[in-house]
């Protein structure tokens, strides 16, 4: 992991003495110069990113994405499904399970948009099943060996008979979901080495479905860890299907992003926690207001890394407290600003009402952090129960 960010003035709010802290920072033109970058590694064509929205959060964000072309997206909550459509998107997979009441909401999103092709992930005939009679495109979820969810690539023939009963129930079969993440830990060269043994099994895989007389439409492979991998992998260039990859944190990137990709790519981190130190509670050491409740503390202890300051150690956080080691040097003084490159950049920035735009040193705007967090939990309509709490509840919010 990256210790250390290099300060850099581009990322300075100068009239900061009035911002409350915490502070979510992003900035636009770091922002789109990732978004740039991910487009030019994929050969210049947008329409080979589905990008992960779990990340972005914003409909600002959406929006520069879809000014640079990319129509495909991916998501993981009803309420980012959501936003998506409202935004504009073509076309979206819920990359995630869904049952039950989420599969209510999906569909019903899904036919308020009929103009977004809307797809799930499905995994046994259960899941098909729900989908039934309806516009709902169906990916397999295949399990890579994270065992998170999916179905094993080698029990071909469990994948042939759950892509015949998609058939059977005149669902629209679109292809394979394919997320390796397990392997964002993996020092190179041994992460590609594994990622592209994944991709062979993956490929077997296709070549039986296609022997069983199905066609796979698309393949969608690789968050941020294996992007590089899956660039390198021969069998996805010139292939039958659409392969397309789902990186979703390049768009802000984080000190684990920063660390996982090549220097040569070029990104930069586009988020950024601005914080004050609090406290001096004893011989150094110091303490801001970042906890795990504003920088996610889900990728381990240091939660995040400071930028400009090699002296300071971020220790393990409560719940509105940073206390942070001071291996050399002064500390910083109280009502300090430091700024923080989170480690997990997804979750933290769920942790923010909003965000704050910044450009050249100032304040731009305040825009709402607009997928944050789920929707309410009560469905509405006819026959559902507690339809009138929620709309009364809507009303207050």
């Known amino acids: 992991m990256i210790n250390n960010f290099a300060w850099n003035d581009r990322y300075r709010v100068f009239d900061s003495e009035n911002l409350l802290t915490p502070a979510l920072l992003l900035y636009p033109e770091i922002i789109s110069s990732n978004i740039q970058r991910t487009i030019d590694l994929l050969d210049g064509n947008a329409d080979r990113w589905r990008a992960h929205i779990k990340t972005a959060k914003l409909s600002y964000t959406l929006r520069m994405l879809l000014e640079r072309g990319i129509r495909h997206f991916k998501c993981a909550t009803t309420l980012e499904l959501l936003r998506a459509c409202e935004t504009g998107a073509a076309d979206v997979l819920v990359a995630y399970p869904m049952m039950g009441a989420n599969a209510t909401r999906v569909l019903a999103?899904?036919?308020?948009?009929?103009?977004?092709?809307?797809?799930?992930?499905?995994?046994?005939?259960?899941?098909?099943?729900?989908?039934?009679?309806?516009?709902?495109?169906?990916?397999?979820?295949?399990?890579?060996?994270?065992?998170?969810?999916?179905?094993?690539?080698?029990?071909?023939?469990?994948?042939?008979?759950?892509?015949?009963?998609?058939?059977?129930?005149?669902?629209?079969?679109?292809?394979?979901?394919?997320?390796?993440?397990?392997?964002?830990?993996?020092?190179?060269?041994?992460?590609?080495?594994?990622?592209?043994?994944?991709?062979?099994?993956?490929?077997?895989?296709?070549?039986?479905?296609?022997?069983?007389?199905?066609?796979?439409?698309?393949?969608?492979?690789?968050?941020?860890?294996?992007?590089?991998?899956?660039?390198?992998?021969?069998?996805?260039?010139?292939?039958?299907?659409?392969?397309?990859?789902?990186?979703?944190?390049?768009?802000?990137?984080?000190?684990?992003?920063?660390?996982?990709?090549?220097?040569?790519?070029?990104?930069?981190?586009?988020?950024?926690?601005?914080?004050?130190?609090?406290?001096?509670?004893?011989?150094?050491?110091?303490?801001?207001?970042?906890?795990?409740?504003?920088?996610?503390?889900?990728?381990?202890?240091?939660t995040c890394v400071l930028m400009g300051h090699p002296e300071l150690t971020p220790a393990s956080p409560s719940e509105e407290h940073l206390p942070m080691q001071v291996r050399s040097g002064t500390a910083p003084g109280l009502g300090e600003r430091l700024y923080l490159v989170p480690r997990h950049v997804c979750p933290t920035v769920n942790n923010f009402d909003c965000a704050l735009l910044v450009r050249n040193g100032q304040i731009d705007s305040v825009e709402e952090v607009s997928a944050r967090g789920h929707e309410m939990p009560l469905l509405q309509g006819e026959g559902m129960l507690h339809g009138k709490i929620v709309t009364e509840a809507l009303q207050k919010r």
């Open 109 to 302: 999103i899904a036919q308020r948009f009929p103009q977004v092709r809307v797809s799930v992930l499905a995994e046994s005939t259960d899941q098909v099943r729900q989908w039934s009679g309806t516009a709902v495109g169906i990916f397999l979820d295949i399990n890579p060996g994270m065992n998170r969810t999916g179905m094993d690539a080698t029990r071909k023939g469990d994948v042939v008979r759950l892509i015949r009963a998609i058939h059977e129930s005149k669902l629209d079969f679109r292809g394979l979901h394919y997320y390796d993440g397990q392997y964002g830990h993996t020092d190179e060269p041994e992460r590609t080495s594994l990622a592209h043994s994944g991709y062979d099994r993956l490929l077997d895989l296709v070549g039986e479905i296609e022997r069983s007389g199905f066609q796979v439409r698309e393949i969608v492979t690789s968050g941020t860890p294996t992007f590089p991998c899956s660039l390198t992998y021969g069998g996805f260039r010139n292939s039958r299907f659409v392969h397309r990859l789902s990186p979703g944190t390049v768009v802000y990137c984080d000190a684990t992003s920063m660390a996982q990709l090549p220097a040569k790519y070029g990104y930069a981190p586009a988020a950024v926690v601005l914080t004050r130190v609090v406290s001096q509670p004893a011989e150094g050491i110091v303490t801001c207001d970042a906890g795990h409740k504003s920088v996610s503390a889900d990728a381990g202890v240091p």
